[in-house]
């Protein structure tokens, strides 16, 4: 699990002067594990914190102490600490239950009760973390802090409960009212820079070079940035200005093609979707940031007047290896499963659809493509329209741009060739189209009906 990083080092440098000897009183030479009774003395203290009448003053100091040490813990420390959190720190159940049955007695005073319940339903631990807010960089610590929780709590449901509760005070402080749009070009400061290139979660960013194509004359870059943390991006997506829509990833980043002058351009491709911090996990910007690009595009630009995106399918390949030969065989109907049968039979390939694709350069063999192409084309139309317990479809990607309004516009056969994208998805891309007139009513159809609105293209493509 990644441990705080860049981000928390500067935190230590806001806060060394004061915490150090502060902390000193308090652990003394804390063991990083919050072993050999290190972990009582730390219970003992938070209780005495979370007990005393104080300002503000003390409360921040406190919560200083905390961060402080909480940076310098290994991770069996910050699992320990934040367990303990959990554990030990949560509401008052007997309280609650008593001022419960006071509410409900004839002769209550139903507002100084009320008030009650609301003070005992915020428990300590999260008093404690919203003196995070005030403090310089302490809401970037905070997110990182929920970063460590979300891996320690997938096994433990104390953990995930306490998660709820920071995820909740999180969507509150990262409300999309207070979100900064910017964009991002070879012009912005060397750390934002770098931090697109270590946040980059769908293309890898392989250079500088790179890099600088990414931000060229004919590319955008816009990023939301909350005011307390003006250097870390939130989240960012990369736009290609093209004409016409396009299919392949590779073309897209490759940095011999030429620029296409902006003002000549006709399409805006989002080929990139990045959230950057971990500890925001479930608190959504992407769709904000989308409607936003697409607003700011086309007051600039008005020649744009078509919105897509080149998107990877990354759950396509394990969804195919999870299906048995008789749901394949329902899928693709006799007349396919016979094609498929003669091409094993004709490279005497036992294992069918699987172990084609395991062949080391199958996509460049025309004799196999020529047969799996609309064969994959077919499966593919029916991944689209394979659906969760909640009547969602099982492809995070589709979920999000469905959601936003969008329709599956197009599949690109091999339109990611990189080792990555034949592992995920056999190759395939697809173009989620944002038509301008028909977004609302298309989120609408899928918000209310799970409705998948889909192009007479890629329709036919279920035939």
């Given amino acids: 699990m990644p441990i705080l990083k860049d981000s928390l080092r500067s935190l230590g440098r806001s806060w060394t002067?004061?915490?150090?000897?502060?902390l000193g009183g308090l652990l003394g030479k804390t063991d990083i594990d919050l072993a050999n009774g290190d972990e009582e003395l730390l219970r003992r203290q938070l209780k005495k914190w979370l007990d005393a009448r104080g300002g503000e003053v003390s409360a921040r100091n406190h919560a200083m102490q905390i961060g402080s040490l909480y940076r310098n813990l290994s991770t069996a420390g910050r699992k320990r600490f934040l367990t303990m959190l959990a554990r030990e720190f949560g509401i008052d159940r007997a309280a609650l239950s008593w001022h419960c049955q006071a509410y409900l007695a004839p002769d209550a005073d139903h507002a100084a009760v009320e008030q009650q319940l609301r003070?005992?339903?915020?428990?300590?631990?999260?008093?404690?973390?919203?003196?995070?807010?005030?403090?310089p960089d302490g809401i970037k610590f905070l997110v990182d802090l929920r970063r460590d929780l979300i891996a320690f709590s997938r096994e433990d449901p104390e953990l995930r409960a306490f998660d709820g509760e920071i995820r909740h005070l999180l969507a509150t402080w990262f409300d999309v009212g207070m979100l900064h749009m910017h964009q991002i070009d070879w012009q912005s400061p060397a750390a934002v820079l770098e931090k697109l290139v270590e946040y980059e979660a769908v293309h890898e960013i392989h250079s500088w070079q790179d890099l600088r194509h990414r931000l060229h004359l004919d590319r955008r870059c816009y990023a939301f940035f909350h005011p307390n943390m003006p250097g870390e991006p939130l989240i960012f997506v990369e736009v290609a200005l093209t004409n016409g829509i396009a299919d392949s990833i590779q073309t897209l980043l490759d940095e011999s093609t030429p620029d296409v002058p902006p003002e000549k351009a006709d399409t805006a491709i989002f080929y990139s979707i990045s959230n950057a911090q971990q500890g925001l996990k479930g608190i959504s910007f992407g769709n904000f940031l989308i409607k936003r690009v697409v607003d700011t595009l086309r007051a600039e630009l008005p020649n744009i007047r078509?919105?897509?995106?080149l998107s990877p399918i990354p759950g396509f390949a394990r969804w195919l290896d999870g299906l048995n030969d008789e749901k394949m065989a329902e899928y693709l109907g006799e007349e396919k499963m016979n094609r498929l049968a003669a091409l094993c039979a004709a490279l005497e390939v036992k294992g069918g659809l699987r172990s084609l694709l395991q062949r080391p350069g199958w996509h460049r063999d025309r004799q196999i493509t020529d047969v799996l192409r609309p064969l994959i084309e077919h499966l593919l139309y029916h991944y689209f329209h394979t659906f969760r317990e909640d009547g969602q479809p099982i492809d995070p990607v589709e979920r999000f741009h469905l959601g936003n309004g969008a329709r599956i516009e197009r599949v690109n056969w091999l339109g990611d060739i990189s080792d990555k994208g034949l592992a995920q998805s056999c190759g395939f891309m697809v173009n989620y189209l944002y038509p301008i007139r028909d977004i609302e009513k298309n989120h609408e159809l899928y918000a209310t009906k799970r409705k998948i609105v889909v192009s007479s293209a890629v329709k036919a493509l279920g035939k």
């Fill in 17 to 22: 002067n004061l915490t150090e000897s502060l």
């Fill in 119 to 135: 003070d005992l339903l915020v428990p300590p631990r999260l008093k404690l973390l919203r003196q995070f807010n005030t403090l």
């Fill in 306 to 309: 078509t919105f897509a995106t």
